[in-house]
């Protein structure tokens, strides 16, 4: 079973930074889509950023592109993402997931319909205030 570990949430002022990572358990030498999910207080939840472990290739949604960017860490299936300029509407619970058998293609493209997800992690939650 492979597992999904984020942290990295904290209570940060508007204006602040922020960097979250996710780590899974799986087989390295299979690529993963692993993408970032955000879900404000009392919303629905909904995919934001997306990595994909191959070719490294990334994907954001027009509301936070110029302010989130992914990275990968030193292990191949670990990857972060960054948050600058933190607004209250950046606020919620993060959720990483990692799907095994998603195309390149569909995750650089924005693909994050929540049941082709395989794997999920706990959370790690977001607090934007002053």
């Known amino acids: 079973e492979v597992q999904v570990v984020e942290s990295g949430g904290d209570l940060v002022e508007p204006g602040g930074s922020l960097r979250l990572s996710c780590a899974t358990s799986?087989?390295?030498?299979?690529?993963?889509?692993m993408t970032w999910f955000r879900q404000p207080p009392g919303k629905e939840r909904e995919g934001v950023a997306s990595?994909?472990?191959?070719?490294?290739?990334?994907w954001y949604d027009d509301s936070v592109k110029g302010r989130f960017t992914l990275s990968r860490g030193d292990a191949k299936n670990t990857m972060y993402l960054s948050i600058r300029n933190l607004k209250p509407d950046d606020a919620g619970m993060y959720f990483c997931?990692?799907?095994?058998?998603?195309?390149?293609?569909?995750?650089?493209?924005?693909?994050?319909?929540?049941?082709?997800?395989?794997?999920w992690g706990q959370g790690t939650q977001v607090t934007v205030a002053s």
């Open positions: 990595f994909y472990t191959g070719a490294g290739t990334t």
């Open positions: 799986g087989d390295t030498k299979i690529d993963y889509c």
């Open positions: 997931a990692a799907d095994r058998g998603m195309p390149e293609n569909y995750c650089s493209g924005g693909y994050t319909v929540e049941a082709d997800f395989d794997y």
